[in-house]
Every structure is written in structure tokens, then in C-alpha cells.
């Protein structure tokens, strides 16, 4: 077990080392600059600003430079904002867009696994057939229709909720809900479709009917065994979760108007800030990289019919 | 494989020990038959070929082609009864009693007055709107409110712009000569369509081929350029050279034709708007005409001639005064264009590597599979998102971008498929006669992994049509003039509590078509493996 966590912790390394050069080599190959502006610049003043940020030496130099300074931790400074370096202005939205996600993926949990068990349990029902029909209006309507349909709603037309802002802006608690069920929507929706399919299998198991035969209580057989037998497609699907969190945040973030770090990340790359873009991405990736890896543990933890060696 | 092929053409009837004739029965075929039973698939696939019907339709369809702008259409509301004259009137007016309510000249009651503040400080003006007109029209008819003199003015004016406006569009035109016989200007000879063109101006046909020489060098110049970019002026100079010398003259004789054709239609399309919009034509003409008019003496033109305002928009316009419901069928053609070809490129790329990787084995297979490995650790969405906003935003790049990405779950299930079935005697059986390799696995493993693919493809289209509409959403993906759904509901979103039309219409359509095509591939799933029952 401890070998399989060093050898999955050693697979990262590639993994981020191949995205970070990527997203380095797509920003800079492709044809403008981030000081590009409609007027041109004289020419001294154009060379002045490129040996600033070390922009005339050849890519492999400055890549290099960049690695080591990653490998520091540094982002570097950004190319469109002078006051503070790509550190700064990371730290400052990732919590924001840390807390969103967190609660946007706790809320598709809870709700996706509690309506797909009792949709399995009181299958053929009313209830299996309503948790069924949202599950498929998750799964097929689209985050940013959603997000826009949810705000008209219930902001607009309603009044209930906030439009728009976010709580550390002193606007409110409230302000976190209806970001929060938009991101959340689409992955309740596949984790709901998950548990029912799985917990039904679970259900017509041996085990089970054991259990049942030596007079076991059902709501004991359900929640002690039933259970974590059927959570291991769950656990599988969080990995992708995470993904779809994370670009659904970027939209959400937009519709919202929260600054975190997906707003960013769309703005910079309109701007071509190359070292907040870069930066962005590795934040992103080391974030997903790491959820894979504590999901594969989990996952090996929870199934003792997998070993590893 | 000569006998095999003589065998094949004459196939009896096989028939059982009772001498019944037995009928085989293949997957597809049991497929079929399921898919027939499940309702929603079937409602699913009619709703697919209503919307692909409608999509691969919509230029001949009756709808105003989507870059048609009538600016002074902008944000009318859907009507099913109303022309787009009457909504402007509306909104117009609507608008007036607003500001004649602010300045106290349009009284209402304390609480209604209330009631208005509020929807006010709640910026919901549309409300407000809504409500004073009904109200301002009563007020008027009852003589309790009367509009002020420029008010008035201003009523008037758009009455008859709402009235009079006409759009004109020209057929065809014909010169009719001494004996009064009509010749097609089409089909004139260069030197004679120049001299009418004269003719109609009051001008010397010499005088305009220094006009018509400079603007064909300039359209061919523009032509040149936007093929190759990057060059000085003096090259672009020595190409253009190059090519007139190069052209015959017949060629540059029908560039020269069409440019005068053009302006003599231009031309005829002002006449025509002036003797239409004189006040004795205007009571005595109906709408819409679609006739022959005899512009001058010498020139007939079939004109077709609609009213401005007449127009309706079912689903309202947009902030440029363009048709929703264009917008949104023209919008669903590059969506649906997008899924299909965009489904079709990635299972290719995918089902080539995933079959290579399957069927060879070995060191090919190690690599295709960690690269499949690697990319799925990527966060791509972010990678594609850069890569549009950084190489251009134009359909192509997103085309380009999508593909590249979305082949790696296609190409692993197309891998366990083919391990599973490359063991298996037919494929031994044809091996030994022989085959290639590429034969033996387009020919024989593909086919019979056939069903996997097909419901896999059906359920990627949608994904893919999310994914394009996704960026286009962020303002990524498909560009002006083009829409496709996502750049619809992403423009409307900012104007929403206004003009919420503008974003559920395209919302809706696009939802359903997502519906349709997540219940037609789960149906297919189904169907063709019935005991995968609900699995994702």
C-alpha cells in the first residue's frame, strides 16, 4: 500500500511537468504579445520592456528560467498588472474559488447519493421517477443555461436570493447559495444516476439476501452494507468531478460576478498575460492532480478486492 | 476468396427440421426492434430530424436571413399577432408615458404611484412599461392626459415612417429597344450594359472606365491580399499586375459586366424607392408587391417591395434589430454542424489509434496508451480555452481544439473491444487466408464493434455541443456574424431581466435538442445491450 502512494505520488511529477510546458509553449508560440496595444510602441521602449521581463532571450532560456523559478515557487510578475507579482493576485482568489468549489461538490455529494439511494430503495415510485427526471435535466442542460435561468429566477423575478457579489465582499451569506447549487447541478446529477444504478445491483447481490434471510433490519442492511458496497463507482467518478467543477467555475464565477480565480483566468488569457495564464494553470492542475491521487487511495482503501503491490 | 464470393451470391433459404423457413435474426436488427418499443427514443429521434430537418433548410426557409438588421427593430418582444410596427409603437409610446409620469403630467393614483417607485428602485423599468401604457392609452382616450406639441411631433413622424418605409429588393431588369421588345440586362453584351448604364446617369460612356478599371484592380488587390498576407505594397502591386496581364479578356470583360450590373441595380433600386414613396403611389399600392415597373422609358425591373415595419418576429429581436428566430435556427446549424462533424472526427481519430493500439499490441499499444493516459490527466477545458483566445477565435480553431481532445474515451473502449475480439476464430479464420492487417481490422474488428461506437457517438454529440457552446458562451468560441446557441444565450445574458426572451428562446431550443439526443443515445444504449440498464 505505502508503495503504491509513493509510486502514484511519483507519477505526478511527469504529469505536472508535461502541463506547465504545455501551457508555457501554447502561450508563447502563438502570434501576439501581451504589449501589444493599438498604438505601436517606439522601438526602444518596445526592446526596454522585453529585457525587463527577460522576453528577447531565446524560449529555451527563458523556459528554463521559468522552471526554476516554478520549482520555487514563484509564478513570476505578471505581464498586465504592475502592482504586485502572479503569487499576489493567486493567493488572493483561490480561496474564494476554493470555498465555492468545496461547497459546490459537498452539495452534489450529499444530495446526488441520499435521492440516487432512496430512488434505488422505493425504485419504480414516484420518488425514483422525480429524482430520475432532475437527474436527467442536470445531465443535459447545460451549466451556463442554468446558471443564468437559476439567477433570473429566483434573484430577479423572486427577489429571494442576491443576483450577484460574494460574502467577503460584505454582501452577504446568501450570496454563496445560488453559485453554489448551479456548479453543483450537473454532478449531483451523474453521482444520483450512479448510486441508484449501483446500489440496485448492490441490492440483488448474495449478500445481501443473506442478510435479509437472517432477519436483518432493512434500514441496517442499507446504510451498513448495501452502502459501501455501491459507493465505489462514486468514489471513481470524483476524479472527473473535480475537472468539471473546476471549468463549470469558470462560468459560474462570470454569471456571478465573484472574483475568484476562473474570472481571472479568462481574463488573462483575453490579455495574454502569459505568466498569470501559465500560473493559473498549474494552480488548477496541481489542485485536480492531487484530488486524483487522494481519490485512487480512497478508492484502493474502500475495495479490498483491489491489491496492490 | 473467389468461392467465398460465388457462395455469397447464391444463398438459399434456410429452413428448419419441419421444413419452416427460419428467418436470422441480427443485432441490429434486435436493436432496432427495442429501440422501437422505448418511446422517448422514438419521440427523440422525430425531434432530431425536425431540428437537423430545420437546420440543413434554413436558407430557403421563410425566415429573415440572419444578418438581415433592420436597426430600427432592436428589442422588440416576441408577438405572434403584432407586425414589428406596432411593437415599436408600443414601445415608443410605452417609453413616452414613463417620462410623462416622472415629470407628473400622467397622474396616477398614491398607491399605484407607489407601486411604480418600488418596480423603479428595483430597476425593473420593463414593469413600469408594461404597466403605463395600457394606463396612458386610457388616460388619452378619456382626455385625461394629452401628449405637449414636440411630443405630438414626434408620434407623427414615426406614424408615417411606420406607414411609408418600404424595402425594396430588384429581380430582374429589362431594356426594351426601339420596337419595344424586351432584352434581359443580364444578358447584354459588356459594351452595351456600359452604355446604358451612361445612358441612365446622363454621362459619356468613355467617362466611366476610368471609375470601373480603378475599382475592379481595387476588389482584385483586396482579393489578393486576404490569400497572402505579410507583403509590402510594391509586391502586392506586381501581383495584381501579374494577374491582369495574365487574364483573358473575356474574363475581365464579365468583371467589368458585373460591376456595372450591380451599380445600374443599385441605381434603379433608389429610382424605384422614389417613385414608390411619392404620396399618390403610397395610397394606391398593396403590400407586399412583386411586380414589374417601368423605371424609365427604355428599362423595365420586376421589383419586389415589402413594408418596413410589416415584418413579424415570432421569437422578438435582439440589440441589433435581427430575428430571433433566424438567429436561433441559423445558430442551431453551426451547433448542430459542429457536434455531428466534430463527433465524427474524433470517433475516427479515435477508433484508428484505439483499434492500432488493440490489435497490435505490445510497444504500439504501451505508447498510444500513455498518451491517452497523460492527456487525460490534463485539465484540458483550460488548455483549450487559452489556445482560443490566444490563436483566434474563429470556427476552424474550435473545430481544431475540440477534436484534438475528445478521441481518448472513444479510443480506449474501441481497444478493449477489439482485445476482446481478436482472439476470437473469425478473426484467426481470416488471418490465416491471408488478410492484411488494416483489412483485418476495419473489416473485421470494426464492424463488429460497430454497436459500442454508434451509442458511444450518440451520446458525444451533445457533450460536444456543450463543449462549443460552452466557449462560445465565454465569448470563446463561434464569432459574429455567426451564432450558434452558446454565443446566444451568452449575449443575453447581461440584458436579461429586460429582454428575457433573448435568453430562454435560444435556452430552450437548445435544451430540448440536449434532451433528445441524451434520451435517443441512452435508448440506443439500451437497445443494443439490454443489460446495461441504466448505467452511465
Redesign the interface.
Known sequence: MTKYIIRRLLGII??LL??IT??FF??RV?P?GPFDTEKKLPEVVMRNIEAKYHLDEPLVVQYGRYMFDVLRGDLGPSFRYKDHDVNFYIFQSLPNSMILGVIAISISIIFGISSGMLAAVKQNTWVDYLSMALA?VG???????IA??L??VFA?QL?WLPTSGWFTNGDGWQTILLPAVTLAFADFA?IA??T??SM?DTLRSDYIRTAKAKGMRSSSIIFKHAMKGSMLPIVSYLGPAF?GI??GS??VE??FRIPGLGKF??QS??N?DYTL?VG??IV??VI??IM?FIVDVVYSLLDPRITYK | MLNHKNGKTKQEKATNEFNQIVVGNSLSKDAWRRLRKNKMAVISVILVSIYILLAVTAPILPIYPYDEIVIDHQDLPPSLTKTAGELMRDKELAKMYAQAWRQGRLVVDEATNEMLEDWVS?SKVNKVWDYLLPEGNRQLESGTFTWNASEQRSIDSREKRIANEIQISIEKMWLKDEQGKLSDVKHLETDEIVALYAKLLGVQANLLVDQYTYEIEMQLLKKIKAESTGLTDDEYNMMLRDQLDSMSTKNYDALVKENIYEKIASTIKDMAMEQLGTEASQAETTYPLNEKVAVTEYLTASVKATKMHDRRYYLGTDSLGRDMLSRIIYGGQVSIAIGFIGTLTSVLIGVVLGSLAGYLGGKIDYFIMRVVD?MY???Y???V???M???GRNILNLFFALAIISWLTISRMVRGQIMSLKNQEFVEAARSMGASTPRIIFKHLVPNSLSVIIVFSTLRI?SFI?TE??LS??G?GVQAPYASW?SL??E??GG??LY?WR??FP?IV??VF??AM??LGDGLRDAFDPQS????
Open positions: 511527469p504529469t508535461i502541463i504545455l501551457s501554447i502561450v502563438a501576439g436527467v445531465i443535459s442542460v447545460p451549466l451556463f443555461v443564468p435561468v439567477q433570473y430577479m427577489g451523474t444516476r450512479l441508484r444504478s440496485l475537472a473546476i471549468t469558470v462560468v462570470q454569471v483566468f479568462v488569457s483575453f495574454r495564464i493559473v494553470v488548477y492542475s485536480l492532480v486524483n | 428595483r497523460i490527466g490534463l485539465p477545458m483550460l488548455l480555452i487559452i489556445a483566445a490566444i490563436f451533445p456543450m457552446s460552452f458562451f465565454l470563446l452558446g444565450v451568452g443575453s445574458v436579461m431581466t428575457p435568453l430562454f435556452a437548445m435544451t440536449l434532451f441524451n434520451f440498464k441504466n448505467q452511465l
